[in-house]
């Protein structure tokens, strides 16, 4: 029981570990930030359904230690004498007989540690579950605030547009432009306004997939307003993926096969059964000796022996097989974890890589489109131009906020991992 706490203990300090450092990287200097993606992930837990049925899972195997430590029915039997017996002390009327079966000694025992090692792996369930989940949660919320940053992005774009739109039509008025400048303007807004329509609709799906995560009715989100990358990549400690809790979950169940394998060989020993007849007696008439009509008490011992015990061979085969089977699983899901883990810290140093390029590329193109509007104020602005720097300076931007989504779905997928 003692190594069993412990071994919880162990995998809260993990859960925890993994919770924690899955904030201090989202903290960066953003403490609302967060704050706020820490309060959904501390709902989203409380009111998963999936996380009370799997803590309600775990609860039924640590009961099943409880139903471990029990012994055979007890056996009444009773019956009564239709023809009766004539025995020296009289005719026997009735019978009552009482039995117990006992395992082997150490039994019980094993059945309990069986037991045990299935409730320490629905355990580990517990915890994966809730890692899953937060991991779930915070991709969801950045692939929310990437869409309503675009929303806002566009809208600003829409509002130049309507700037050069003004410009335009008082260039066209003083021969400096014409009316093509502001259609191709407005169609530009058309354009746009499309794509923050189509926006808004992946918004609002994505809202509703948050919503169910936090199991809660439909209700608009908060996103923080803005959120960076950090200058530097945080530093990253990668424990031995041994101890993820999805590689921990084949080590218990290793072990409760191992502890299976014990209960087979317990179960194939013999079985020892305790008991007492009594039998009723009836006096034989004018006959006066001692012994006249005494009842019987007789204690009874039994031994249950499996003989023919080919089922017990059978079982240790098949649990060692399991054994190897398990193995194979962990090493593939190992590799699996492994080759996630690597690909999630190149994708995410990728998105550090966009992030900074489309930051020098955002100013390049500001600086441009400033050198634009003062040469509007000594000849012909060229809409022409104009344009062209508006659309580069918002495709600059839409992917500037996509590396930022790339980058912090990555680092949820690294903090389940590596913690």
Request: include cysteine.
């Amino acid at each position: 029981m003692k190594n069993k706490i412990q071994y919880k203990n162990i995998l809260k300090i993990s859960y925890f570990k993994y919770a924690f450092c899955l904030i201090v990287t989202l903290f960066c200097g953003f403490y609302g930030h967060a704050q706020l993606l820490e309060n959904y992930i501390k709902q989203a837990i409380e009111n998963s359904p999936q996380v009370k049925a799997v803590e309600l899972n775990y609860k039924v195997a640590e009961e099943k230690i409880n139903e471990a430590n029990t012994l055979p029915n007890t056996e009444f039997s009773a019956g009564y004498f239709v023809s009766e017996p004539e025995t020296k002390t009289g005719p026997q009327k009735a019978k009552v007989s009482i039995h117990q079966m006992m395992p082997w000694f150490g039994t019980i025992t094993a059945r309990e540690n069986y037991s045990s090692s299935l409730a320490d792996a629905a355990y580990v369930d517990i915890v994966i579950t809730k890692r899953q989940l937060a991991m779930q949660v915070t991709q969801t919320y950045y692939q929310l605030y990437a869409l309503k940053t675009k929303q806002k992005i566009l809208q600003q774009n829409i509002d130049l547009l309507k700037t050069y739109e003004d410009l335009a039509l008082n260039a066209v008025e003083v021969n400096k432009a014409s009316a093509v400048d502001v259609l191709k303007l407005q169609i530009r807004q058309n354009e746009i306004n499309e794509q923050k329509e189509l926006l808004m609709g992946d918004e609002f799906a994505t809202e509703s997939k948050f919503n169910n995560l936090l199991n809660q009715e439909e209700q608009p989100i908060m996103v923080e307003d803005s959120i960076t990358i950090l200058e530097e990549e945080p530093f990253l400690t990668m424990n031995d993926l041994e101890l993820h809790p999805e590689l921990e979950k084949y080590d218990q169940l290793y072990l409760s096969i191992k502890q299976s394998t014990k209960l087979n060989s317990a179960e194939s020993l013999p079985n020892i059964g305790f008991g007492l007849d009594y039998i009723a007696v009836q006096k034989l008439p004018n006959e006066t000796f001692n012994d006249n009509g005494k009842d019987v008490f007789m204690p009874t011992v039994s031994v249950s022996i499996p003989i023919f015990n080919q089922q017990y061979k059978s079982a240790n085969r098949q649990l060692k097989i399991q054994q190897e089977e398990l193995k194979l699983k962990k090493e593939n899901r190992k590799n699996e974890l492994d080759s996630r883990l690597k690909d999630a810290i190149q994708q995410r140093i990728s998105a550090r890589i966009s992030y900074n390029a489309q930051q020098k590329n955002i100013t390049q193109a500001k600086n441009a489109e400033e050198i634009l509007l003062k040469q509007y104020e000594t000849s012909t602005l060229n809409f022409r131009d104009v344009l062209d720097i508006q659309e580069l300076q918002l495709k600059f931007q839409l992917k500037q906020i996509e590396a930022i989504k790339n980058y912090y779905l990555q680092t949820a997928i690294i903090n389940y991992l590596s913690n």
